[in-house]
């Protein structure tokens, strides 16, 4: 199972950037996906998930500037993610449990992509 994640970049404050990732390989199925960060000296934090149904959740920071949305036939999830500040600047993880067989989901990750809010 591959993660593998692309859109990041530099933008100016109050710019948009979108970030993908598309899972690849062999598997049963993909449950909750997600996008997780990392600043510099800061513990990785999660930004957004979204489960098979639909179910959204989105950390306080963020809520009503990003969106996170999926394609369950093409195996993606995707962060829109607008009015980015500074603070957003960070390196963005895509997360995903796998089913790897009928009963069992395991975690995978992305490589991460740079995301920078600078002018």
């Known amino acids: 199972v591959q993660l593998v994640e692309s859109g990041g970049g530099l933008v100016q404050p109050g710019g948009s950037l979108r970030v993908s990732c598309v899972v690849s390989?062999?598997?049963?199925?993909?449950?909750?996906m997600a996008w997780y960060r990392q600043a510099p000296g800061k513990q990785r934090e999660l930004v957004a998930s979204?489960?098979?149904?639909?179910?959204?959740e989105y950390a306080d920071s963020v809520r009503g500037r990003f969106t996170i949305s999926r394609d369950n036939a093409k195996n993606t999830v995707s962060l829109q993610m607008n009015s980015l500040k500074p603070e957003d600047t960070a390196v963005y993880y895509c997360?995903?449990?796998?089913?790897?067989?009928?009963?069992?989901?395991?975690?995978?990750w992305g490589q991460g992509t740079q995301v920078t809010v600078s002018s």
């Open positions: 979204i489960s098979r149904g639909g179910t959204i």
């Open positions: 390989g062999s598997f049963f199925g993909i449950d909750t």
């Open positions: 997360n995903a449990r796998v089913f790897v067989s009928l009963t069992r989901d395991d975690a995978y």
